[in-house]
């Protein structure tokens, strides 16, 4: 009897302890003063010549972070830093067994308190939801200890939950979050909503939940295609793809053009579940009960940018492809879609990071897309410099610069 009530005495005193060591952090929206950007650096050429454009605007606006699978890796990302002009002086390097090219997600995600001390929000891991047939992919499992491994290197303390959420899938204000439903549910089997929110409202220190519905299909990933023959990778429902914060009181959403619904069955799709969730915004309001200015930004024509395959034995037999193109047959067409988005933009320091995506092959309409979502943001962030990146090599692998991305801050 004795034993039972030492145990119980002893579980109450680290629940105490537990909820004073979380007191006081929260995690800072994005426009707050940044002391460093981590960039998960790639082995792939065309992914690192966006990623050293993005590190080229960064520069002298906020100091920067390359974590690097490898020393020779990172002595290749500092060899080409230097041939682009950046002084690699003062870039912290940090070197982690583990690929994490979407650093936004299983990567450190910093909160703070008053006393400037921080913190790692270690959530649980789950590989993005994907099906299990994905889970033997090297590393996915093993990305999601990357944060507390990293904590633990440089003493930094961790508060954890046992619920599962990416970094990209949740988008935060100050006292606010955004997260797509469907993806909080899909992520945590067995969970209540209330559940959810709860332990999402806590890491984070924040008042209030804004929930959107259903996920988009351009990021949806499962076994099978998106829509129709229509494939691609994703995250399975990140808002910094569709939603996001300019300020307290704004939220940016992209809406799909009424003449360009039909290009395609994912754009057809998506124009109604953007309008369902464009609806949930305006009826949304703040922790003071206020509407907020909600802003709609253009979405990129799915159809310019896909590209056609023909499945070989090799795709199909090719480790996760196998089920990936399942009721699918080798020489069938499969049309590959990236993941284009306006609203994965990055904020960091004096600069915002977007998306640019016309050249001389495209459709005047879609120079004229890139030209008002620089004049929006400019708007909403005039004190800052809007910074315009191609960035489709980053989403052909299912993210953007936001994804490539993860502030820490001052």
């Not at 537990?18 to 460093?36: I, L, N, R, V």
């Not at 945590?188 to 999402?200: A, F, H, K, W």
């Not at 943001?377 to 489709?392: A, H, S, Y």
Request: proline share 4%.
């Amino acid at each position: 009897m004795m034993k039972v009530v030492i145990c119980i005495v002893l579980f109450f005193l680290s629940a105490c302890q537990t909820k004073m060591d979380q007191a006081g952090f929260y995690f800072p929206p994005e426009w707050e003063e940044q002391t460093s950007v981590w960039l998960g650096w790639s082995a792939d050429s065309t992914i690192q010549d966006v990623q050293l454009q993005m590190a080229k605007a960064l520069e002298g606006n906020v100091g920067l972070t390359i974590l690097s699978r490898s020393d020779s890796l990172l002595k290749v990302a500092l060899n080409q830093f230097a041939k682009r002009g950046i002084d690699t002086a003062h870039i912290v390097k940090v070197v982690h067994y583990i690929p994490n090219l979407f650093i936004r997600d299983a990567g450190p995600r910093f909160l703070k308190n008053k006393k400037n001390e921080f913190a790692i929000a270690d959530f649980a891991w789950n590989n993005y939801g994907y099906p299990s047939s994905f889970q033997n992919y090297q590393f996915s499992n093993e990305r999601g200890e990357q944060d507390n491994t990293l904590a633990n290197q440089n003493n930094w303390k961790v508060i954890s939950s046992h619920v599962v959420i990416e970094g990209g899938a949740i988008d935060v204000s100050s006292d606010m979050l955004i997260c797509f439903k469907e993806t909080a549910v899909q992520r945590n089997p067995g969970l209540s909503l209330s559940e959810i929110e709860q332990e999402y409202l806590r890491v984070y220190g924040k008042k209030k939940m804004l929930w959107l519905n259903r996920m988009p299909f351009i990021d949806k990933v499962g076994e099978g295609p998106k829509a129709g023959n229509y494939f691609g990778y994703g995250a399975n429902g990140h808002t910094d793809e569709f939603v996001r914060f300019a300020n307290d009181s704004t939220i940016l959403i992209g809406l799909i053009d009424s003449t360009e619904k039909n290009s395609d069955p994912v754009s057809k799709a998506d124009y109604e579940i953007l309008k369902e969730n464009y609806q949930i915004l305006l009826n949304a309001t703040d922790v003071q009960g206020k509407p907020f200015r909600i802003i709609t930004l253009p979405v990129p024509s799915y159809s310019l940018f896909t590209e056609e395959e023909t499945l070989t034995a090799f795709i199909k037999n090719d480790g996760d492809g196998k089920v990936f193109f399942q009721n699918f047959k080798v020489g069938e067409k499969i049309k590959w879609l990236p993941a284009v988005s306006y609203l994965n933009f990055f904020i960091s320091n004096k600069v915002v990071l977007v998306a640019k995506y016309w050249e001389k092959d495209l459709p005047e309409s879609e120079r004229l897309k890139d030209e008002k979502v620089k004049i929006i943001l400019q708007e909403l962030f005039p004190e800052r410099k809007i910074i315009q990146i191609n960035p489709i090599a980053l989403n052909r692998n299912g993210g953007g610069m936001h994804c490539a991305t993860q502030q820490q801050p001052k």
